[in-house]
């Protein structure tokens, strides 16, 4: 539409922090009302074919950013997960890559962060081991060494004995009839294996059990 002169700007009357933007009479865009100060339109303004394309630009990142914060409001995600649902909702790379620049300046987003809730939240809600969560973190996009890291500062040999001691005493009832212990052993220990547990650490509370449902 542009070159052209801005004659009106209008509030959206089902959002206000949207505004209508009229050019020689026209409806043109619409932009948000922080985009409308950044880029400081006002009516009588002319508007050459740079300052349209600089709007439109402008607009442009101002949606992925929102997006981006609504994502963020929903649950806390990876770099990598935040970019993936960007791209699915068609913003551009170099959209994507300023609004991960802002969020990691203001400390809106770390992988570091995000490793450490997760594993929190794992180890309350439903215990995994270390090799588990690490393959979890990976999954979800953190990189090898944060996730080793994050892994190795939340998690020892003493308290992954017992998250999988605990895993073990809530799932020992579906395994409790197997006719022998090799049995016993193979389909338990594969379901400790599926949730993160070692060989060394899976040993010990086999025997155990196997013991007390044999006792």
């Known amino acids: 539409m542009p070159p052209g002169t801005i004659t009106a700007l ?3 009357a089902g959002d206000q922090e949207r505004v ?3 050019i020689d009479g026209q409806f043109a865009i619409g932009v948000s ?3 409308m100060q950044d880029e400081r339109l006002h009516k009588g303004q ?9 709007l439109e630009q402008a607009e442009r990142g101002s949606k992925a950013w929102n997006a981006a914060l609504r994502l963020l409001e929903v649950r806390p995600r990876t ?3 935040l970019r993936d649902r960007l791209r699915r909702k068609e913003f551009l790379p ?3 890559d300023r609004v991960i620049t802002r969020l990691r300046d203001l400390e809106l987003l770390d992988d570091a962060q995000f490793a450490k809730l997760w594993v929190a939240n794992r180890q309350n809600l439903s215990p995994r081991g270390a090799q588990g969560l690490r393959q979890e973190l990976r ?3 953190v990189n090898r060494e944060v996730a080793e890291q994050v892994v190795a500062e939340t998690t020892d040999p003493d308290s992954e004995r017992e998250a999988c001691a605990d895993v073990a ?6 395994y409790s009839n197997a006719p022998d212990r090799m049995t016993f052993n193979r389909k338990f220990g594969s379901f400790l294996q599926r949730r993160g547990f070692g060989f060394d650490t899976i040993k010990p509370v086999l025997d155990e059990l196997w013991n007390a449902t044999r006792g």
């Open 139 to 141: 999954a979800k996009g």
């Open 79 to 81: 770099e990598r997960e």
């Open 33 to 35: 009302v922080y985009v």
């Open 10 to 12: 209008t509030l959206q």
């Open 20 to 22: 209508n933007v009229f």
């Open 169 to 174: 005493r809530r799932a020992v009832h579906k």
């Open 94 to 96: 170099d959209q994507i």
């Open 46 to 54: 002319v508007l050459t074919q740079n300052d349209w394309d600089r």
